[in-house]
């Protein structure tokens, strides 16, 4: 999920070389933190939050698939 993550976000940025994405495992959830630039901040979040809510279903879809709970979180 971890790789997944980041290569979506890397897709959406401009500066790709700075996206950050680490992953604190816990027994039934997963938060999964995503670091970008500060000027990408915005393409990563979308209109309203849709860009980040998008990335949230595909990540709870892909979770689900393995029985577990995962969390994003956007850091700035």
């Known amino acids: 999920m971890k790789e997944l ?17 680490t992953e604190v495992i816990g027994e039934q959830t997963s938060v999964i933190e995503l670091r970008v630039a500060k000027e990408d901040l ?7 939050g849709r860009t980040a809510k998008a990335i949230r279903t595909i990540l709870s879809a892909t979770s689900a698939k393995v029985h577990k709970r ?7």
């Open 70 to 76: 995962a969390v994003l979180e956007i850091i700035e």
């Open 5 to 21: 993550i980041k290569y979506i976000s890397q897709a959406l940025v401009d500066h790709p070389d700075q996206v950050e994405v």
């Open 42 to 48: 915005g393409k990563v979040i979308g209109k309203q």
